[in-house]
Structures are given as C-alpha cells and as structure tokens.
C-alpha cells in the first residue's frame, strides 16, 4: 500500500502559487507508527512519501519512520520503499546519508531561473542561492534525484531557460508542470510565450538527444512515450487511490485536493480503510463528460480528478486552461518525436520505450 503522510502542515516557504494552508500541525508518533504499519498491511510491498508542507521541518519523524519500516520489512518479508518531496532548504549531509542507506528517492522542488519569482522564504528573502547549493549537496550524494519544478504565468519566460539551468546544474530528471489554482491568473499573452518557451525547450531536448545524453523531462517524455506505447494516460491515476494521503492527525484521503472533504475521507490510520468508501469512488466515470469524444481524450490528463478540483472546484470538470495547455504539450511533443526518430530510430526506441 502507497501512503502520503503530511507530517506537518507548517512551511518555512511562502510561495505565490501555494494552495495550502500553512499551520503548525505536526503528526504525532502515534499517528506515524500507526500509518507506517497500515502501509505494510496489504499487497507485496509497502510505499511512504514524506510530505507536507515541508516534511523536513520533522527530521525526527522521518528518522523514526525508517527505522520502524525497515525493522518491520525485515520482520515480514515485505519490500519497503520510500521517497520525499522538499523544498531542499533544510537538507544537510546527516539526512542525505541516511536517505541513501534507506534508498529514499528525493523529489527537489526547484524553479531552476524562476525561483525567487514566486518561491521565497517566509518573511520574504529569496531562496535560489541556498536552494543551489543544497541541490548541489544532493547531486553530490544522489546523482539521480529529481528536480520539480513549477511555472506560473508571472515565470513563464523562465520555463526553458531553467530546463537547460537545472540541466548544467546536474540533473538529469526533471519534471515542469504549470502552476493551477486559486492563485494564478494564465492570460492569452502568457500562453502565447508559454508555446514559444515548449519549442524551445523541445529544441534543447532534441540538441540533448543528438549528443546522446540521457535526460529525461516530464511530461514532455511522457507524453511520446505513451503515444508510440497506445498508453492512456487516465490509467495511471484515477483520483489518486494509488497514493493516499494521510493528514497529521491521521485521516486518509484519495488525493490531497481532497483533504478536508468528508464525503471523501477514506479512514484513517487507527480503524483502516473503509473499503465500501473506496469501491464507491472508484466506480465514479473517470472521464469528464465535457472531454468524451475529444480525439485527445486518451493523452491528456483529464481524468485527474485532484487537478480538476483544484482548477474548477469540480472533480469531473476540465479547466479551459488545462485543455488548452494539454493540447499544446500535445502538439508540441508529438513535433519533437517525430524529429527524434527520424533522426535516430533505434535510439529513439531504446529511449521512449
């Protein structure tokens, strides 16, 4: 079982497009333990994803919680694995060496050039300097840890120049999403340069791909990778029940646009999961009405119900922004693939396989 706990609800980052609230709620141990041990209890293998706010601000329950998994994977045989998404501020050389032994895959959220425009400390300091140096330290340790970033309109100009930043810095897994929700406002003129930023970027990916670098960068791979595959996209998550996340005080929701709404709560980590709860979400159409029978329906993501909710304030209603940005992406990547296979394709294979 894949299980998301918020081990606290505070941040020491005030980000512009931050849709959570920030408080100082921490899990308590009791809550930890009792979720750890929820994720051993079905399936072949148990997944933790140390979140927040920013997770690192408890250190200590990180600690704890890996040492009771893997005493309890030891114990039963079952394979425990485990990743973190931080803002990287709070990262040193004790907590890197001991995500190495436990394998903890770390997901760095990094703007790359547009940083200090929407990511900033509390307060209002600006973190691109101290962020730089704490992904260095992890490339250091972790040369396959992945970068996150996220473009607001405000950024957008940035968008490829912090693909080939991040990419110098270092990293060779990158993910870039746009910003959505209450507190971004995408104008036409934004995405007029938010097109003319994904040629770019697919241009610097296809120079990569010609000298024969491995890089990967979500969702552009994505997105040829799963059209030469006939893979559709809406299979890889139908509100969230893969990855649930657990609150600090333990309730268990199917995604984290969700958390708060009772119609939607799970359980929690003391009772288990309602299973009733469970089959009743996951019968709901995954589908938005609006998008069957789009010739796009298969490739983009409006299936994702979490993302829906937070654009539209409905979990079966696709934002005009999202559809128009899915289309681009779309358009854009499948131009890119086809120049990469002409160009080399037993390479192009061997990558997007």
Known sequence: MNLTLHLTD?????????????????????????????????GPRAGICFFGGEPL?????????????????????????CKMTTNGTLLDEEFIERAVRAKMGIGLSFDGKAQDVCRI????????????????LLLKHMPDASALATIAPQ???????????????????????IAYGRK???????????????K???????????????FYIGPIYTKISECIRDKNTAERCHLGLRQMPVTPDGRIYPCTSFIGD?????????????????????????????????????????????ANRMNTGDENKVSPLQCTYERMLIEECDALGEDLYQINPQRFAEVFK
């Open 10 to 42: 505070n941040c020491n980052m005030d980000c512009s497009y931050c849709i959570r609230e920030k408080c100082p709620k921490d899990m308590t141990e009791e809550v930890l333990y009792k979720a750890c041990d929820l994720a051993f209890s079905k």
């Open 57 to 81: 601000i408890r250190k200590d329950l990180i600690y704890k919680a890996l040492d009771h998994c893997e005493k309890k994977s030891e114990e039963t045989g079952i394979r425990f694995d």
């Open 121 to 136: 400390f509390a307060g209002g300091n600006p973190t691109s300097e101290v962020v730089e140096e704490k992904a260095k």
């Open 155 to 177: 950024a957008v100009s940035y968008y490829a120049e912090s693909v080939e930043y991040l990419h110098d810095l270092g990293f060779r897994n990158l993910s870039f999403v």
């Open 184 to 198: 971004v406002n995408w104008t036409d003129d934004d995405m007029v340069i938010l097109r003319e930023e994904l």
């Open 200 to 214: 770019k970027t697919c241009a610097y990916v296809k120079e990569l791909f010609i000298r024969g670098e491995k």
């Open 262 to 306: 009772e119609d939607y709560l799970l359980g929690d980590v003391f009772n288990g999961i309602n299973k009733e709860k469970v089959f009743e979400i996951s019968k709901k159409e995954s589908t938005p009405e609006t998008c069957i029978g789009c010739d796009l329906v298969k490739r983009c993501t409006n299936s994702c119900g979490c």
